[in-house]
């Protein structure tokens, strides 16, 4: 399995690197980090949560998900799993009927929106990358981050979170102070 895990891993690089500066390689890093960090409480398959916390940005691109994990080798209840856990790493897909694996690979990107790095990324995010226009830009950050706080899905994610949360709820609160009319 740990060669098929550097295989992912060397696959969704190549992925990362075709994706905008928010969506990098380091966001993946980021998003594996966390998962690892959850999972040693939460006790989710490892190689899932590994191998799926890779592969999480193709929730977009399922198609291509699927073609890479037909070259992996994988048996088809792995190469299932694996799809279910990025298909399901969405807010309004996931819940807490989905597979723990996915739940936790959820939550560790929930986590690269948490906190002052997670505002800025974001807000970033929504100005170069979509276009929006700064008052668009903001809301859409705020909402973003409370939709993914609100669907945090695992004890240990919901309690890694918490001091981020925090911080954003603190620059929220002295946003509003400053840039009321």
């Given at each position: ?121 974001e807000l970033s ?50 946003f509003d102070l400053?840039?009321?009319?």
């Open positions: 399995m740990q060669d098929c895990l550097q295989y992912i891993e060397t696959r969704a690089r190549d992925f990362y690197r075709k994706q905008d500066v928010f969506h990098n390689e380091r966001h993946g890093e980021r998003v594996v980090a966390y998962a690892l960090s959850i999972n040693r409480v939460e006790q989710a398959d490892r190689f899932l949560v590994e191998a799926g916390a890779w592969l999480h940005q193709f929730h977009d691109h399922l198609h291509e998900l699927r073609q890479l994990l037909d070259s992996t080798g994988l048996d088809e209840f792995i190469k299932e799993q694996l799809f279910q856990i990025v298909r399901l790493c969405r807010p309004h897909l996931i819940n807490e009927q989905s597979p723990l694996a996915a739940r936790v690979v959820f939550d560790a990107d929930a986590m690269d929106l948490m906190g002052a790095y997670g505002i800025t990324r995010c929504n100005l170069q990358i979509r276009g929006m226009n700064y008052q668009q830009a903001v809301q859409a950050t705020r909402d973003v981050q409370r939709l993914f706080e609100e669907t945090l899905s695992t004890p240990t994610g919901k309690a890694l979170a918490h001091d981020q949360i925090v911080a954003a709820r603190a620059f929220w609160s002295d400053h840039s009321s009319p």
